[in-house]
Nanobody, 115 residues
Framework: QVQLVESGGGLVQPGGSLRLSCAAS????????MGWYRQAPGKQRELVAG???????NYADSVKGRFTISRDSAKNTVYLQMNTLKFDDTDVYYC?????????WGQGTQVTVSS
């Protein structure tokens, strides 16, 4: 089993920035890819950004140019730098990792963009 612990969510004004972090822990695992998803009430969970073990990244069209995903492989940690936040970015953000043991999910962290 792999545990994912997220941090960094909160309340921010439109145009502001937040940085999310997600640390993976467990025994005897390798990480193939990690990513951030978000989900609003009553809606499907959607991919925001992903990064592979090789460093390739992909983004949802709605966040391209504003969000940046990065990772620290030594710490098994992935980050999501979110800039120029908009009202529509308000959601619960979930970290996910594809590992030796399958797919794991974090508990979610709330991001609220409000004036």
């Amino acid at each position: 089993q792999v545990q994912l612990v997220e941090s960094g969510g909160g309340l921010v004004q439109p145009g502001g920035s937040l940085r999310l972090s997600c640390a993976a822990s467990g025994r005897g695992f390798s990480i193939y890819s990690m990513g951030w998803y978000r989900q609003a009430p009553g809606k499907q969970r959607e991919l925001v950004a992903g990064i592979t073990r090789g460093g390739s990244t992909n983004y949802a069209d709605s966040v391209k140019g504003r969000f940046t995903i990065s990772r620290d492989s030594a710490k098994n940690t992935v980050y999501l730098q979110m800039n120029t936040l908009k009202f529509d970015d308000t959601d619960v953000y979930y970290c996910s990792a594809e590992t030796t043991w399958g797919r794991s999910w974090g508990q979610g962290t709330q991001v609220t963009v409000s004036s």
